[in-house]
């Protein structure tokens, strides 16, 4: 087993808070949503 | 023991040589498990995956092989503390929505000055009306009121929208003057969303008003987005928007450039990453890069009160397929794209790079819960997409206040477990629960607890298709870091540089 995440004393850089993240952080989410959205017919 | 319900089984495909062949399955791929819920993530043997699914089945397993597991979060022994675990992050998150700032976003006006053909505003930047001095400050006056419909005590933050907010004509100064000032006086944070074709002329007012950050769109270089970001004459933009981003980062103003990507531009982005590199944008402490895709539009002419046939044509995916695979491909194939916008539609970056936790993702969309757009209408939108649309304002502002619960708290309290096409699903938390809410709406015919649903069998091949891209880069670096000799420990700045990180030590 190979740990990727969630490392015991990860140094996880600090991440400035954009203003804009909620626009941006939807627009992505739409983006990769409607890919996915091809099928309305709904989940597997 | 039992397998967590949160537990999910990726199958990635690496470079030859990535890893030691031990860890590969019949198919050459290697398995990921990953848990939202103890935020872990590991790549496991195929002894490992048969011991898990041995546990689905109720079979004894060897002890050390289910200790790992157990440890890391993908097992375990009590669902009654599984779940509490659970309804912990739950609660925290809604704990901490209700404390997260909010966003309102004033649009003085929908008129803008180019013509974008991808513009999800469309005819309304023609012509519009305009947010005159009373109708901004009622806009103002409203804040308040709508964050305790939200139970939102966070701090509220302004954001000029359009429309083009930051157009050179007198209205429009004054405009912006008024809602900057309105902000400072109050003291809420302000921000612009603007094409930046004006910025330059702008920083002064910005300046005197605190803003400290603007979003502007460059969609590639020069020959890329002066075919698309072009005036209503089609002159070019580009060099005043390089301008006005000059401009704004050299007096302090933090600027976010968004790159809208589509299949003609893909291809543009390993050279317009060495424009801006050549520009020092892609390291400069003021300014940041990120990728957005072009997007279709007409589930916004869509309501739940129109025949199902029109609702389920008009409702549907935006991006044509294949662009998500090529803009992958490129990125990968150009390491300094990857710096410039370093992306990440899963949202899983910073787990697999950094060692950091995996981040649930309980509520897709944020415009639910802690977004407001006030239009030159007067009325209020939930998601600043759908403004100027009427059927799907949910409220007034001016001349007086109305909102209407009704629809806007079944929204807002959306999340994984409300939709139940998701609650008994295993990648949940890597979705945020049944796709966009105004979709699932508007598709379903007014049901906001509904999926306009991505294919579960979509969210694993999104996520499998960025491990396949972070994995071998998070490798690499682990790798290495473990080939540096000793007493070459540097500054944070300084290995992160070369690559490697203190957790891989």
Same mark, same amino acid.
């Given at each position: 087993m190979i740990a990727i995440s969630m490392i015991e004393n990860a140094e996880v850089s600090e991440k400035q808070t954009d203003c804009c993240t909620a626009m941006r952080g939807r627009k992505n989410l739409d983006v990769v949503t409607s890919i996915m959205a091809n099928d309305p017919d709904g989940c597997d | 023991m039992l397998v967590s319900p949160n537990t999910v089984t990726f199958s990635v495909e690496l470079p030859?040589?990535?890893?030691? /062949?031990?860890?590969?399955d019949e198919s050459g791929k290697v398995s990921v498990l990953a848990n939202a819920v103890s935020g872990s993530m590991d790549i496991v043997t195929p002894a490992e995956v048969a011991a898990l699914e041995r546990v689905r089945a109720g079979d004894d397993v060897d002890g050390e092989i289910v200790a790992g597991l157990l440890q890391r979060g993908?097992? =375990?022994?009590?669902p009654v503390e599984e779940e509490a675990r659970y309804r912990a992050i739950v609660d925290g998150y809604f704990q901490a929505i209700q404390e997260a700032p909010f966003q309102f976003m004033f649009i003085p006006s929908f008129v803008c000055n180019l013509a974008c053909p991808y513009c999800f505003e469309g005819e309304l930047t023609t012509k519009s009306p305009r947010m005159d001095e009373e109708m901004i400050e009622a806009a103002f006056d409203t804040i308040p009121e709508i964050q305790d419909r939200h139970q939102n005590s966070g701090p509220p933050y302004i954001t000029l929208f359009?429309?083009? /907010?930051?157009?050179?004509?007198p209205y429009h100064r004054g405009a912006a003057e008024q809602i900057l000032r309105g902000s400072y006086d109050r003291g809420y944070p302000v921000t612009a969303i603007t094409n930046g074709v004006a910025l330059d002329a702008y920083v002064p007012m910005l300046l005197k008003y605190g803003c400290e950050e603007v979003q502007v769109s460059l969609d590639g270089t020069p020959s890329t987005h002066d075919t698309r970001r072009v005036f209503r004459n089609g002159k070019p933009t580009f060099h005043l928007i390089e301008r006005g981003i000059d401009v704004a980062a050299e007096a302090g103003i933090r600027v976010l450039i968004r790159v809208l990507v589509d299949e003609d531009s893909v291809d543009d982005m390993p050279r317009f990453a060495e424009f801006a590199q050549a520009k020092g944008w892609i390291d400069h402490p003021k300014i940041r890069m990120f990728n957005g895709f072009t997007k279709a539009i007409t589930f916004l002419y869509v309501t739940p009160d129109h025949p199902e046939e029109k609702r389920k044509s008009m409702v549907r995916g935006d991006v044509k397929s294949g662009l998500q695979d090529a803009f992958w491909r490129m990125v990968q194939e150009n390491p300094l794209v990857d710096r410039m916008l370093q992306p990440d539609l899963a949202r899983i970056r910073s787990a697999v790079l950094e060692g950091d936790r995996l981040r649930p993702?309980?509520?897709? =969309?944020s415009a639910g819960t802690s977004v407001v757009a006030f239009d030159p209408n007067g009325k209020i939108y939930g998601? /600043?997409?759908?403004?100027?649309r009427p059927q799907h304002a949910c409220g007034t502002f001016y001349p007086e206040f109305s909102y209407a619960a009704g629809y806007r708290d079944p929204w807002r309290h959306r999340h994984v477990d409300t939709v139940p096409m998701c609650r008994e699903c295993n990648v949940k938390l890597f979705c945020g629960?049944?796709?966009c809410p105004i979709k699932a709406w508007a598709a379903s015919g007014g049901d906001f607890n509904t999926c306009y649903c991505p294919k579960v069998s979509s969210i694993t091949t999104r996520v499998e298709t960025q491990l396949a891209y972070l994995l071998p880069m998070a490798l690499r670096r682990r790798q290495e870091h473990a080939n540096r000799p000793e007493g070459e420990e540097g500054t944070w700045e300084q290995m992160t540089r070369v690559g490697s990180f203190p957790w891989m030590s």
């Open positions: - | 030859e040589g990535t890893l030691d /062949p031990a860890y590969l993908y097992v =375990c022994t009590d359009g429309g083009e /907010p930051l157009l050179d004509t993702n309980l509520q897709g =969309c998601c /600043p997409e759908t403004v100027g629960g049944g796709g």
